[in-house]
Nanobody, 115 residues
Framework: QVQLVESGGGLVQAGGSLRLSCVAS????????MGWFRQAPGKQRELVAG???????NYADAVKGRSTISRDNAKNTVFLQMNNLKPEDTAVYYC?????????WGQGTQVTVSS
């Protein structure tokens, strides 16, 4: 089993920044793909950003240019730096970790952007 713990969410004004962190622990056998999804009230969960084991990054169009995903492999940690936040970025952000064709999820961290 793999456990994920997110941190860094909170309340921020529009135009502000937040840095989310997610630490994976447990039965980790190798460097794997990690990333972030988000889910706003009444909406489906959507991909925000992902980073492969080799370091390739992909972003949702909605956050491209405003967000940067990075990782620290030695600490099994993934980060999401979000800048110029908008009210539409308000959501619960979930970290994921892929291993052996299984996707593990964190419990989520709330991001609220006020206008």
């Amino acid at each position: 089993q793999v456990q994920l713990v997110e941190s860094g969410g909170g309340l921020v004004q529009a135009g502000g920044s937040l840095r989310l962190s997610c630490v994976a622990s447990g039965s980790i056998f190798s460097i794997n793909a990690m990333g972030w999804f988000r889910q706003a009230p009444g909406k489906q969960r959507e991909l925000v950003a992902g980073i492969s084991s080799g370091g390739s990054r992909n972003y949702a169009d909605a956050v491209k240019g405003r967000s940067t995903i990075s990782r620290d492999n030695a600490k099994n940690t993934v980060f999401l730096q979000m800048n110029n936040l908008k009210p539409e970025d308000t959501a619960v952000y979930y970290c994921y970790f892929d291993q052996m064709a299984h996707r593990y999820w964190g419990q989520g961290t709330q991001v609220t952007v006020s206008s």
